[in-house]
Protein backbone atom coordinates (compact mmCIF):
# COMPACT_ATOMS: atom_id res chain seq x y z
CA UNK A 1 0.00 0.00 0.00
CA UNK A 2 1.43 3.62 -0.80
CA UNK A 3 0.32 6.79 0.91
CA UNK A 4 -2.07 7.96 -1.10
CA UNK A 5 -4.24 4.93 -1.36
CA UNK A 6 -4.82 1.55 -1.72
CA UNK A 7 -4.00 0.26 -5.25
CA UNK A 8 -6.40 -1.51 -7.68
CA UNK A 9 -4.87 -5.69 -7.09
CA UNK A 10 -5.54 -4.65 -3.58
CA UNK A 11 -9.03 -4.07 -3.92
CA UNK A 12 -9.87 -6.72 -6.01
CA UNK A 13 -8.14 -9.38 -3.94
CA UNK A 14 -9.86 -8.14 -0.71
CA UNK A 15 -13.41 -8.03 -2.74
CA UNK A 16 -12.43 -11.47 -3.59
CA UNK A 17 -12.27 -13.13 -0.31
CA UNK A 18 -15.17 -11.30 0.51
CA UNK A 19 -16.74 -12.89 -2.63
CA UNK A 20 -15.76 -16.71 -1.42
CA UNK A 21 -16.50 -16.13 2.62
CA UNK A 22 -20.22 -15.22 1.44
CA UNK A 23 -20.40 -18.11 -0.90
CA UNK A 24 -19.00 -20.29 1.55
CA UNK A 25 -21.46 -18.81 4.44
CA UNK A 26 -24.51 -19.26 1.72
CA UNK A 27 -25.54 -23.09 2.28
CA UNK A 28 -24.39 -22.67 6.30
CA UNK A 29 -27.18 -19.76 6.53
CA UNK A 30 -30.12 -21.66 4.38
CA UNK A 31 -29.92 -24.44 6.96
CA UNK A 32 -30.03 -22.14 9.90
CA UNK A 33 -33.05 -20.40 9.34
CA UNK A 34 -35.91 -23.30 9.65
CA UNK A 35 -34.36 -23.94 13.09
CA UNK A 36 -34.42 -20.01 13.77
CA UNK A 37 -38.05 -20.22 12.61
CA UNK A 38 -38.76 -22.61 15.30
CA UNK A 39 -37.11 -21.34 17.98
CA UNK A 40 -39.07 -18.11 17.08
CA UNK A 41 -42.36 -19.90 17.18
CA UNK A 42 -41.63 -21.76 20.28
CA UNK A 43 -40.43 -18.64 22.09
CA UNK A 44 -43.94 -16.72 21.03
CA UNK A 45 -46.11 -19.81 22.32
CA UNK A 46 -44.41 -19.86 25.61
CA UNK A 47 -45.02 -16.31 25.99
CA UNK A 48 -48.76 -16.26 24.82
CA UNK A 49 -49.07 -18.97 27.56
CA UNK A 50 -47.06 -17.11 30.03
CA UNK A 51 -49.12 -13.95 29.54
CA UNK A 52 -52.64 -16.06 29.78
CA UNK A 53 -51.24 -17.50 32.59
CA UNK A 54 -50.52 -14.17 34.45
CA UNK A 55 -54.00 -12.95 34.11
CA UNK A 56 -55.49 -16.19 34.85
CA UNK A 57 -54.05 -15.64 38.02
CA UNK A 58 -54.35 -11.72 38.34
CA UNK A 59 -57.79 -11.53 37.89
CA UNK A 60 -58.58 -15.02 39.00
CA UNK A 61 -60.78 -16.42 36.09
CA UNK A 62 -59.88 -18.66 33.28
CA UNK A 63 -58.25 -17.71 29.97
CA UNK A 64 -58.07 -19.41 26.61
CA UNK A 65 -55.01 -19.47 23.89
CA UNK A 66 -56.45 -20.42 20.77
CA UNK A 67 -53.84 -21.19 18.32
CA UNK A 68 -55.23 -20.61 14.66
CA UNK A 69 -53.32 -21.80 11.52
CA UNK A 70 -51.86 -19.43 9.00
CA UNK A 71 -53.98 -20.85 6.44
CA UNK A 72 -56.63 -21.67 8.34
CA UNK A 73 -56.97 -25.32 7.26
CA UNK A 74 -58.50 -27.89 9.73
CA UNK A 75 -54.74 -29.29 10.95
CA UNK A 76 -51.98 -27.17 12.37
CA UNK A 77 -48.46 -28.37 11.52
CA UNK A 78 -45.50 -26.88 11.86
CA UNK A 79 -44.66 -26.72 8.24
CA UNK A 80 -47.55 -24.80 7.00
CA UNK A 81 -47.13 -21.75 9.25
CA UNK A 82 -44.71 -19.14 9.24
CA UNK A 83 -46.32 -17.00 11.85
CA UNK A 84 -49.72 -18.85 13.67
CA UNK A 85 -52.05 -16.07 15.05
CA UNK A 86 -52.19 -16.24 18.59
CA UNK A 87 -55.49 -15.34 20.72
CA UNK A 88 -55.68 -14.51 23.82
CA UNK A 89 -59.17 -14.42 25.33
Known amino acids: ?11 IIVMAII ?3 AVLMVPNIAGWIPNYRLRTAT ?9 AQMKAVARN ?9 A ?3 STWSAAGCRAARIGIR
Open 71 to 73: DRA
Open 43 to 51: RDVVSTLRV
Open 61 to 69: IDHRVTFVP
Open 1 to 11: MNRRGITLMEL
Open 19 to 21: ALG
